[in-house]
């Protein structure tokens, strides 16, 4: 049977919101990453992992494949391991897997969720990762009709640095509204997230010109005496004369989030699908041509058009955006084919990338 999982964005009334973020814990759970660099490269190195684990999934020659965890942790449990660039296929054996779906801009109401989800402390002061050996799973649409979205995306790249030394891990995956803005599409942008925009170009410009990761990570500490700052002078930015400001707010969003822009680069290293043990998660929904295309050629794809680095054939000045993936009712990040027929998922499209269950953004399928 299908059930709608939170379809209303998460800072809306939701009755299954406890229900889809406290999913039995005996099911499933993920890792981090060990990736030592080489000249500027990613060196992403193989781990002891059990042949049934390697078995169950699909490998091709060419393909990324990296331990999801740190090696020093203290675990009984095989380490996670992750294939693809970005990631597509994760083996996490043992693990219990939590999947939160649309953040939207609300910081507040993303760390409720992840205090529910029992992986973030209630001190939010400090967002620690309590979720010991959980795998988190953030299933898109940060971005959009919020004014924290930067300081959300902080905060579960930090999270995901902590999981990782506790065996745990956090993955992401690109939703619709991800898609949309690095194309240029800010018509959902919050008034906020302009003034976000803004102020985090600043922040990086006083002292992380060299050191993204760094500055990227400390965003979600350094947002909290802005968004203190705003509530004081709450819409005195944004009346509606004052145009320069909205211009302002608009070549910084687009600063960050155009193809190869700093932010979408972020974003690119998350696919528009993932594969986890036997759950695949995607934002919108899985068909059986998305299978026959490829799911490691969509997530290749989608990652490089929002790095900046695959072009237009008729224009090489124009980034080449992803059609099936990202464009049309029934892609990956756009199908709500499910919610209006669920007798269409007949298994066929889950067998294909060796998969007993699948759960989206827009529905819960189990066989």
């Known amino acids: 049977m299908a059930i709608p999982l939170l379809r209303t964005p998460i800072h809306q009334s939701n009755p ?14 993920a ?49 996670i391991l992750a294939i693809g660039d970005p990631p597509t296929f ?13 953040l939207h801009g609300d910081l507040d109401q993303t760390r409720c969720a992840l205090q529910i989800a029992g992986v973030l402390s209630s001190d939010c002061s400090r967002d620690s990762w309590i979720g010991g050996e959980t795998v988190l ?22 999270l995901d640095v902590q999981a990782r030394a506790q ?39 006083d002292g992380f010109k060299d050191d993204w990761d760094e500055g990227f990570i400390g965003w979600v500490g350094a947002s909290e005496k802005r968004r203190q700052e705003q ?26 989030l155009r193809p190869g822009g700093p932010l979408a680069c972020e974003l690119a290293k998350h696919g528009v699908l993932l594969k986890i043990n036997d759950w695949v998660f995607c934002h919108g929904g899985l068909l059986p041509h998305h299978v026959a295309y490829g799911v490691e050629r969509m ?15 008729d224009d090489p000045s124009i980034p080449s955006m992803p059609f099936v993936a990202t464009r049309g009712y029934d892609s990956v990040v756009w199908n709500r084919l499910y919610s209006r027929d669920p007798s269409a998922v007949d298994g066929y499209q889950m067998s294909q990338v060796s998969a007993q269950s ?10």
């Open 16 to 29: 299954l919101r406890r229900r889809c973020l406290l999913p039995n814990p005996n099911a499933c759970t």
């Open 31 to 79: 890792t981090g990453y060990s990736t030592p660099k080489k000249k500027n490269k990613q060196l992403l190195v193989p781990v002891a992992a059990s042949s049934s684990d390697l078995n169950s999934l699909r490998t091709d020659a060419g393909r990324r494949t990296c331990d999801v965890g740190n090696n020093t942790s203290i675990s009984s449990l095989e380490p």
């Open 90 to 102: 994760v083996s996490a054996p043992g693990r219990r897997i939590v999947a939160v779906g649309d």
């Open 137 to 158: 799973v953030q299933l898109g649409d940060v971005l959009d009709r919020g004014q924290d979205e930067i300081a959300i995306l902080s905060l579960l790249r930090s």
């Open 167 to 205: 065996g745990g891990a956090v993955f992401q995956i690109n939703g619709n509204h991800e898609t949309m803005n690095v194309e240029g599409d800010f018509r959902y942008v919050d008034s906020g997230a302009y003034d976000e925009c803004l102020d985090f170009l600043a922040y990086l410009d």
């Open 231 to 256: 509530k004081a002078s709450a819409g005195s930015h944004w009346g509606q004369w004052n145009l320069l400001k909205r211009q302002k707010g608009v070549v910084a969003r687009s600063i960050l």
């Open 299 to 313: 997530n290749r794809e989608v990652s490089q058009w929002m790095r900046g680095v695959s072009y237009d054939e």
């Open 358 to 367: 699948t759960q989206l953004h827009h529905f819960l399928y189990i066989n």
